[in-house]
């Protein structure tokens, strides 16, 4: 099994980031035509002017019946399968090459997939709670090398980000 806890880096938004969201988005379309899903770019890459990890990330929606065949049909894209890699609900695949991405795959219209669009769409909305998360991005990215104890460190801001969402919505 490939190790999940990585090295990782924040750096400075890059606006290339929403054209390769949009082509991994378009890619995964494709591939999974059969399987009807709905694909979004999530993710602080999703944020316009939002500092971040230089990684795409995408979730893909789908019936649960099909979750199983589409993991598979997203290796054919170099991206490595690794669970659930600790969040019940979702799949967790990797591709580390030229554009590095993470496609999340789970039920369409689960209360993750909303919980990822609602984090999204309201830190779009809330420059002031992007730029937060930015900091907080930094800080746990300056004490913590590695994406398992980087995302533990972050973890509390993105919770109270979430019930700010949730309860503005």
Same mark, same amino acid.
């Given at each position: ?9 924040? /750096?400075?938004?890059?606006? @290339? ?6 082509? !991994? ?6 591939q999974l035509v059969w399987a009807s899903p709905d694909v979004e770019h999530i993710g602080s890459t999703?944020? $316009?002017? !939002? ?8 979730? /893909?929606?789908?019936?649960? @019946? ?8 997203? =290796?054919?894209?170099?991206?490595? $399968? ?5 969040? $019940?609900?979702?799949?967790? !695949? ?5 554009? $590095?991405?993470?496609?999340? /795959?789970?039920?369409?219209?689960? =209360? ?12 779009? +909305? ?7 998360? +930015?900091?907080?991005?930094?800080? @746990?990215?300056?004490? +913590? ?7 533990? !460190? ?9 019930? @700010? ?5």
């Amino acid at each position: 099994m490939v190790d999940l806890n990585e090295p990782i880096h924040v /750096v400075s938004y890059d606006p @290339a980031w929403a054209q390769m969201g949009h082509e !991994l988005i378009r890619d995964l379309s494709r591939q999974l035509v059969w399987a009807s899903p709905d694909v979004e770019h999530i993710g602080s890459t999703s944020v $316009p002017g !939002l500092d971040a990890k230089p990684v795409i990330d995408v979730q /893909v929606g789908c019936a649960s @019946a099909h979750i199983p065949a589409v993991v598979e049909a997203i =290796q054919g894209l170099g991206c490595e $399968p690794l669970g659930p890699a600790g969040v $019940p609900g979702r799949e967790y !695949l990797r591709r580390r090459s030229a554009h $590095p991405a993470n496609v999340h /795959v789970m039920e369409r219209n689960g =209360q993750l997939w909303k919980d990822n669009l609602l984090f999204r769409d309201f830190l779009i +909305a809330r420059p002031d709670l992007a730029r937060r998360y +930015a900091r907080t991005k930094y800080e @746990a990215a300056d004490r +913590a090398s590695t994406l398992l104890a980087y995302s533990a !460190l972050k973890s509390h801001t993105i919770a109270e980000i979430t019930t @700010a969402a949730r309860q503005a919505g």
